[in-house]
């Protein structure tokens, strides 16, 4: 009996934020596969790899949320204009980049502030753009520092699940079966500190929408959705919870 292959939500649950990795390097045909992913985006995204960097010093910082990295050598950092819809779709990239280096045996971890910016050199297409986030690339360590296990403990200590997302007032049992797989596949999302801070109303006529606070999670959560459900993403706007 042929055995059935894992659904995006599978893929989802299993993944994992990795901070530490080991000195192996990337192969080409990898590494030119994961640039394949950042590509196509809009002009005022630009994405820059940087495969090698022996020094280390990139993530040389320490964040009580994130713990230490450890031989970070490959990371993407990518820059946008700062508008919503640009950090939407950067959002919506950085899982295109997140599973598609799972499903090849990589490991990564998206920051928005777990570097040093002082090593970083611009771009000359990035010129006016900032830095909306970098994303540690490599093959991930089996060993990890009791600091780290802490850190990632505390931080899921309260895995949320499609009922966490909902609006106030919103019961699990009115959400079709078919959008619900979307919901869920969201909260298996990655999310910074495990937040997700985004919530899915359904209005009197029963549309679904969302409400974000984030625009860049925004995106990861719309790429998630979208993957598992075979749906578009509800209509969404950018407002605090």
Do not use: Q
Request: some cysteine.
């Amino acid at each position: 009996m042929t055995a059935m292959s894992p659904t995006i939500h599978d893929e989802l649950k299993l993944r994992r934020s990795i901070r530490e990795f080991t000195k192996d390097l990337i192969p080409c045909g990898i590494r030119e596969r994961l640039m394949e992913k950042a590509m196509g985006c809009r002009d005022s995204i630009v994405f820059k790899f940087v495969w090698d960097d022996e020094s280390g010093n990139m993530f040389n910082v320490f964040r009580r949320s994130y713990g230490m990295f450890k031989n970070v050598r490959n990371y993407a950092i990518c820059y946008t204009s700062g508008c919503n819809d640009d950090l939407i779709e950067a959002g919506y990239i950085s899982m295109s980049l997140t599973m598609e280096a799972m499903r090849l045996g990589i490991g990564t971890c998206i920051t928005t502030g777990s570097y040093d910016p002082s090593h970083i050199i611009p771009e000359p297409d990035s010129h006016g753009l900032k830095i909306a986030y970098v994303m540690a690339i490599g093959y991930a360590s089996p060993k990890s520092r009791i600091i780290n296990r802490i850190g990632f403990r505390l931080m899921h200590r309260h895995n949320m699940n499609a009922a966490d997302l909902l609006a106030d007032g919103t019961h699990i049992g009115s959400i079709p079966d078919n959008i619900l797989i979307g919901i869920e596949a969201v909260a298996s999302a990655p999310s910074a500190y495990n937040r997700h801070p985004l919530r899915f109303y359904i209005g009197d006529d029963g549309r679904i929408s969302v409400r974000s606070s984030s625009p860049l999670e925004l995106g990861i959560a719309k790429w998630a959705y979208e993957a598992a459900s075979g749906l578009p993403f509800p209509s969404a706007n950018i407002s605090p919870l």
